[in-house]
């Protein structure tokens, strides 16, 4: 129930789909007798888009979250395991064409974990990520990111595979219970910088201290009082992201599913 409601409130409450919506309906009551909310509609869902594409906004959401849990030092001492978090694959595509198909923003949550893996040799890795198609479909990250890895040579007997996860809660369950972390082991999780402080809150609720392992950083934390409009889409999409990521630490925390509001190191 609550994957379902929170797939339904995204999708209609994301800013990018609130503000075409509010637009949308703008114009729509403009041919009503209702015209005069109307143009207050269309006007502020088009000064939303605007604030998305050419403000400062994504970057001001972005640097608290990427800024919350620093990459461990390079000579930190070597992790007895390495969690990765799915979210990298587009699943409806790689499905459609039989092939791995990446999604550009997030493809270092799987570039990283080859390099930490050959740095740590003995670390375990889990990959963890289900699916979240609808219908019969079978295919799964886990099967997605199984055959990338493979393709590049990353095979080994101690990478497991866990494919029945759909969120951030499960992927902390399904990759604790196939850990089963000992006391004092150490173990890293790779996700992007951030998903990170909802990610830790989570492990630290299901009893599994993890370590931060921030990839796919989007914002140098430094937002200009213009944003260059060459990559407008880019923009609205870390909007999209960090207002992703603030809602789910609030509703994760309300919920009772971390540890804190915004769990910190």
């Not at 996860?165 to 000992?182: G, H, I, S, W």
């Amino acid at each position: 129930m609550f994957f379902t409601v929170s797939k339904i409130f995204e999708s209609l409450f994301a800013p990018l789909q609130f503000a075409l919506l509010l637009s949308t309906l703008g114009v729509g009551l403009l041919f009503t007798r209702f015209g005069r909310y109307g143009r207050i509609c269309a006007a502020v869902g088009v000064a939303t888009l605007l604030l998305m594409t050419f403000s400062p906004l994504g970057a001001f959401l972005a640097a608290p979250l990427e800024k919350r849990f620093p990459p461990p030092p390079d000579n930190m001492p070597a992790p007895d395991g390495i969690i990765v978090l799915g979210g990298a694959i587009d699943e409806k595509l790689s499905e459609k064409l039989n092939r791995t198909v990446l999604i550009d923003s997030a493809a270092e949550r799987l570039t990283a974990p080859l390099a930490l893996k050959r740095k740590f040799p003995q670390a375990r890795v889990i990959f963890t990520g289900g699916t979240v198609l609808s219908g019969s479909s079978t295919y799964s990250e886990a099967d997605g990111v199984r055959s990338f890895w493979s393709d590049l040579g990353f095979v080994s007997n101690d990478i497991a595979f866990e494919e029945r996860a759909r969120n951030t809660f499960e992927n902390a369950v399904y990759a604790r219970d196939l850990a089963q972390p000992k006391p004092g082991e150490r173990w890293l999780l790779v996700t992007s910088a951030m998903h990170m402080p909802r990610s830790i809150g989570i492990f630290r609720k299901v009893g599994f201290p993890v370590i931060a392992y921030p990839v796919d950083f989007r914002s140098d934390g430094d937002p200009s009082l213009i944003s260059a409009p060459r990559f407008p889409i880019r923009a609205i999409g870390i909007v999209q992201f960090a207002a992703h990521e603030w809602l789910g630490l609030a509703v994760y925390w309300l919920t009772g599913k971390t540890s804190a509001l915004f769990p910190a190191p």
